[in-house]
């Protein structure tokens, strides 16, 4: 070996020794500086390729790879890190095809499986992916790594058990696996174990105390927390704040017209079938276009006919699925948006960091569970039942309280109210989300069946009561807290809509639950009639049933204390059984401010009206 080749190994040695420590911007300059050097080497730019990847530079990566395989047509790893390259860039179809090349050409590592399995898994091909996870798992038993990655796609097929046990043995073999532990952390949340699931948020971030991910998925699993008060889940804002800080950057008003039409946008995930646009869409059709433009800024593989019915509605659509975050900020301040409407930022895949980056002079937080915890978001859109005046919540926005802040279309495509419905004892229902069932909620149910024995609790959302472990749990909370075994039943089936909105027809009252109070579901229940006991919380997402309950005048509904939260269900289970009650409690619904789309869109105008005033003041100095 001769001087320069020596040179060349030690350095290379020392920048992937960076690299593998996570110092991932100075690897990629050691890698950059290597190839100055040295010139044009495979290995450099398949490893280039991979750190500029994990920096979110996704279209450097893509090309670094492809300039190794263009040097070394037959390398594997260079194609595998270019099909990871690819996936991250949201390229499913070509990142399969890349790790599919890679497997091609070393068939006997595991690690190329499982990129394939990576590829396959976020191009929606779960089953596919619990193949290649497997496949590499044969050549590499129970790797950590690999094991973290089945679990979640176990998680995306179903298989919440064995997604259970493949994420539990992850860790067995490695406890501070960060992937395993995140994974393990989403689903212990979506199961209704949201303390478990801080805990592992925790015990990653001691690992990786930067990642703005797990500080999101500590922050959305707190609120729905029993064990900790309002001032431990906004601590954990804060930190997920800090985390998400960036350079100061102001955003000029090009045009301080105070009246001059509006361009909002909205920054969204959910923009297809989805609960927030059912809640979304009725105001947005009314908008006056005279006053506002919509400027969309969607990201997600979806597109439905919901998706269309928004792009029908748009004066401007842009797709930031394969922009990263300080890009797709960069996208919206050339767009010119004055006012940046971010939704329901700590849900699903929604992307709240974009608004770290000063997307727009205005930044509002809409549908969301709580404070961002963002510097740069200026407001949050509530109502006074949901955030009060004397609340104790922390919020780094400055509420802005709507009159009436549900609205849905009114329900006059739901199934008919069955007005035949035979006697019988009471049957209690939710049909939420399990992970908003903690073991308080259990506690109270379990109570409410014991003081009426003859009581049946219906449990229905998705197919996620097929989960053996999910009613294994909540039947020994209820049955502990002196319900009996057979009151309980648990529907596991997949509906469509009217199959799910007909299973009303045979439940007598619906039990909201909390500290995360229903929203869709509670309308849904309404509108068939079905009427709601709610338990007052201090937080917003435990008022939200609350509000829309007080917006129909219902305000008896909402128990101020365990014992009245019971008295009162075991009261409204004498009333619902009269078709003529369900049909006037729909009637009720329709006619009121949750079904009132023009409504709901004058007042977001004044609104949005509002804040572009004071923002206008502000540059002026007045």
């Known amino acids: 070996m001769g001087d320069q080749d020596t040179a060349f190994v030690a350095r290379a040695q020392q920048v992937m020794a960076l690299h593998a420590g996570g110092r991932l911007e100075d690897a990629v300059a050691g890698y950059q500086k290597l190839l100055a050097d040295f010139g044009p080497r495979a290995g450099v730019l398949a490893n280039l390729g991979a750190a500029l990847k994990d920096l979110g530079r996704y279209d450097a990566a893509v090309a670094a790879c492809r300039d190794a395989l263009a040097l070394a047509p037959d390398m594997a790893v260079a194609q595998a890190n270019l099909g990871a390259a690819l996936v991250s860039a949201g390229r499913y179809a070509d990142g399969e095809t890349a790790c599919r090349r890679a497997v091609e050409l070393a068939p006997g590592s595991p690690e190329t499986h499982a990129n394939l399995g990576d590829a396959l898994l976020h191009g929606g091909q779960p089953q596919a992916a619990v193949a290649a996870y497997r496949q590499a798992l044969a050549l590499k038993p129970q790797a950590p790594g690999i094991l973290a990655n089945l679990g979640l796609a176990l998680r995306r097929c179903g298989q919440v058990d064995e ?266 229902g939710c049909f939420n989300n399990p992970a908003k069932i903690g073991p308080g909620t259990l506690a109270l149910w379990g109570r409410l069946l014991a003081a009426r024995p003859d009581a049946r609790l219906l449990l229905k959302y998705h197919d996620f009561y097929a989960t053996d472990e999910i009613r294994t749990r909540f039947t020994a909370h209820l049955t502990a807290s002196g319900a009996g075994a057979d009151q309980i039943s648990f529907v596991s089936s997949r509906d469509g809509r009217d199959t799910l909105l007909a299973r009303y027809d045979g439940v007598d009252v619906a039990l909201d639950t909390s500290p995360f109070s229903g929203s869709t579901v509670t309308f849904q229940a309404l509108a068939m009639g079905v009427p709601v006991v709610t338990l007052a919380h201090t937080r917003m997402m435990g008022r939200w049933s609350g509000a829309m309950l007080t917006a129909l005048g219902l305000e008896d509904w909402i128990a101020a204390t365990p014992d009245s939260y019971i008295a009162k269900a075991v009261e409204l289970a004498g009333l619902s059984g009269d078709g003529a009650w369900r049909e006037a409690l729909r009637a009720r619904l329709v006619a009121s401010s949750l079904c009132d789309g023009p409504k709901w869109a004058r007042r977001m105008e004044r609104l949005y009206r509002a804040v572009w005033r004071r923002a206008v003041k502000k540059v002026a100095g007045v």
């Not at 992850?170 to 989403?186: E, F, M, S, T, Y």
């Not at 955003?251 to 039409?261: E, F």
Request: charge should be negative; charged fraction near 25%; include cysteine.
């Open 163 to 428: 997604a259970l046990a493949a994420l539990t043995l992850a860790l067995r073999q490695d406890p501070r696996q960060v992937a395993a532990l995140a994974n393990l952390a989403a689903l212990t949340w979506e199961v209704g174990r949201p303390a478990e699931s801080g805990a592992l948020y925790k015990a990653a971030l001691e690992v990786r105390p930067g990642d703005v991910r797990l500080h999101r998925g500590a922050a959305l699993s707190a609120v729905y927390r029993e064990d900790v008060d309002s001032a431990a889940i906004a601590d954990i804002h804060r930190r997920f704040g800090e985390a998400c800080r960036r350079p100061a950057r102001p955003v000029a008003i090009a045009d301080p017209d105070p009246k001059r039409r509006l361009r909002i946008g909205f920054l969204s995930g959910d923009l297809h079938r989805h609960p927030l646009a059912a809640n979304l869409l009725p105001g947005l059709r009314h908008h006056d276009k005279r006053a506002v433009s919509l400027h969309f800024y969607a990201h997600g593989a979806k597109n439905d006919e919901v998706t269309q019915a928004f792009r029908a509605l748009a004066d401007g659509w842009c797709d930031i699925s394969r922009l990263d975050d300080e890009a797709a900020a960069a996208r919206i301040r050339e767009d010119g948006i004055d006012i940046l409407v971010s939704l329901a930022g700590h849900l699903d895949d929604n992307r709240p960091v974009i608004c770290a980056w000063r997307a727009a002079p205005v930044q509002i937080s809409l549908y969301d569970v709580t404070t961002s915890g963002l510097d740069e978001m200026d407001y949050i859109v509530a109502d006074r039942i949901m955030v009060p005046r004397t609340g104790e919540e922390w919020f780094i926005e400055r509420p802005l309280c709507l009159p009436t802040f549900y609205v849905a279309d009114p329900p006059l495509d739901f199934p008919a109210i069955r007005k035949d419905r035979p006697a019988g004892p009471p049957v209690f």
